[in-house]
């Protein structure tokens, strides 16, 4: 369980919303197990803690870095943004409709929660670079990376925990 300076984190006040979790994280960087770090290659990411039902990701973005579209494998969760602006597409299916992507941009103090079958991607279109907590709940186990097809979503990788990330 994550102590904030003294003060006990208890099970009402955190494990039902991950959202909470991830703000809770990003309010205390002085508890981050590692300082944040920037790779100019691909984003960078350290597992911050692990409960019984979470897990909680530091996430680092330069401008442009982004990821593919993927779920969570099943797991539930949130992000919050500590630093910077990061987009998030969302993609929708309706019977006999072709994909629909929405964006939403968030800023610094901004986060969102999301359901167990989210598809999503991430990118910092920004100019500066961005930091960001992620929590999922359950810990994942996989992530499905997809393609936007025209009339539907094409699964292209499965990948595993502990094996390919």
């Not at 904030?4 to 909470?20: F, I």
């Not at 990061?86 to 006999?96: A, F, K, R, W």
């Not at 941009?105 to 901004?110: F, N, Q, R, S, V």
């Not at 997809?146 to 699964?155: D, H, I, K, N, T």
């Amino acid at each position: 369980m994550y102590a904030k300076r003294g003060a006990s984190v208890t099970a009402v006040d955190t494990r039902l919303d991950h959202l909470a979790i991830a703000a809770r994280f990003a309010t205390e960087p002085d508890e981050w197990a590692v300082a944040p770090r920037f790779n100019p290659v691909d984003r960078w990411y350290h597992r911050l803690h692990v409960a019984d039902d979470y897990e909680v990701w530091l996430l680092t973005w330069l401008p442009g870095q982004g990821t593919e579209w993927h779920d969570h494998g099943g797991s539930a969760g949130a992000f919050h943004v500590f630093g910077g602006t990061l987009t998030e597409d969302t993609v929708s299916l309706t019977d006999g409709h072709a994909p629909r992507v929405t964006a939403r941009e968030l800023g610094e103090g901004a986060g969102r929660r999301f359901g167990s079958h989210h598809v999503h991607r991430m990118t910092n279109r920004g100019h500066r670079p961005a930091v960001s907590v992620h929590v999922y709940g359950p810990a994942l186990t996989t992530m499905t990376k997809y393609r936007v097809g025209p009339e539907s979503l094409e699964v292209l990788t499965v990948e595993r925990a502990g094996a390919q990330w």
